[in-house]
């Protein structure tokens, strides 16, 4: 752990922060960054594993745009630095409650804090598709808002998961007019009237049968092969990968959580707090959708409850006692 710099040392003597914060992209080096200033002894418990770390850049964050993930986090851990934050290399395994928080590393060592912010975002499983991993990031991508601008005019192919792939390829279609729907493991039958209405008005191609593989030449992708043995030429495939939100220590201290088209996430209110005393989060813990800069928003706000959350709680117990 790095060394406390903070001006205002607020360790008790059992040796509990005022917070950890579990995870540390930008959800939780925003709300760290807010912590620390705020004068609140702060660990942040990063595991090193982004969202977005296959990405080599991350658009629409205003005056980071084309930034690379990797850059946007080092400038945030030097940040945080500056206020006498902690920052360990570690993952939590495991938290309970007393009086305080127990967190559980991976290393073996136990912190203790008066609030929690998890911020451990999700996990994305891609479709069994042999290229779909080794592209995604690159020309295999998710999100029109994060990458369409890059790829845009180009040959889009995207490779249905669900019936709600059918969304994904009539937003994908504001960025070319070249778009093929790839049904995949999806029956046409499946695709309601309205969907085949869209489509057509969107100039979307669908194609049935299941896919077989990614064309990659000279390190680029060139189409979709069919298990049927039929190529289609594409320069850019879009998938939808599935969403597993990293909710393990929340269902630990008994969070309610509620079921979404994108697996279970906890029940909020507007500054990330949970249904357990104590406990906030922020980032894609809370929700499928967040981006970088909902994420960072996120942070900043957990942690500004937290912050007056910590003030009146002290001071009633100042007047209590």
Not at 50 to 56: K, T
Not at 94 to 104: G, H, M
Not at 195 to 219: I, Q, T
Request: hydrophobic letters at 40%.
């Amino acid at each position: 752990m790095t060394q406390n710099t903070n001006p205002k040392d607020l360790k008790d003597p059992s040796g509990t922060y005022d917070v950890v914060v579990v995870g540390g992209g930008a959800a939780g080096l925003s709300a760290a960054l807010v912590l620390g200033r705020s004068r609140l002894r702060t660990l942040v418990v990063d595991a090193g594993e982004p969202r977005n770390a296959p990405s080599g850049h991350m658009q629409g964050y205003l005056t980071r745009d084309g930034m690379s993930p990797a850059e946007f986090l080092a400038l945030g851990r030097e940040e945080i630095a500056r206020y006498g934050v902690e920052l360990v290399r570690d993952r939590a395994v495991d938290v309970s409650r007393d009086e305080d928080f127990a967190v559980r590393l991976a290393g073996g060592e136990t912190v203790h804090a008066r609030r929690l912010i998890v911020t451990t975002g999700l996990r994305d499983e891609l479709p069994d598709v042999p290229g779909v991993a080794e592209r995604y990031g690159r020309d295999v991508l998710h999100c029109p808002f994060c990458h369409g601008w890059e790829v845009r005019d180009e040959r889009f192919g995207v490779l249905a998961t669900s019936p709600l792939s059918v969304h994904q390829a009539l937003m994908v279609s504001g960025w070319s007019d070249d778009v093929t729907l790839f049904l995949h493991t999806v029956a046409e039958r499946e695709l309601s009237d309205d969907d085949l209405r869209r489509l057509a008005a969107a100039g979307v191609k669908v194609v049935p049968g299941e896919v077989a593989a990614l064309r990659v030449e000279d390190d680029l992708l060139t189409g979709v092969r069919l298990a049927d043995g039929t190529a289609h030429d594409r320069t850019v495939v879009f998938v939808a990968p599935k969403a597993v939100p990293q909710t393990g220590l929340m269902e630990r201290l008994g969070a309610e959580l509620q079921e979404t088209p994108f697996g279970a996430y906890p029940v909020v209110d507007p500054t990330g707090r949970t249904s357990v005393p104590g406990v906030w989060t922020a980032g894609n813990a809370m929700g499928f959708a967040e981006q970088v800069v909902h994420a960072a928003s996120g942070g900043y706000r957990a942690a500004a409850a937290v912050v007056g959350d910590l003030i009146m709680s002290d001071l009633d117990a100042a007047v209590a006692g």
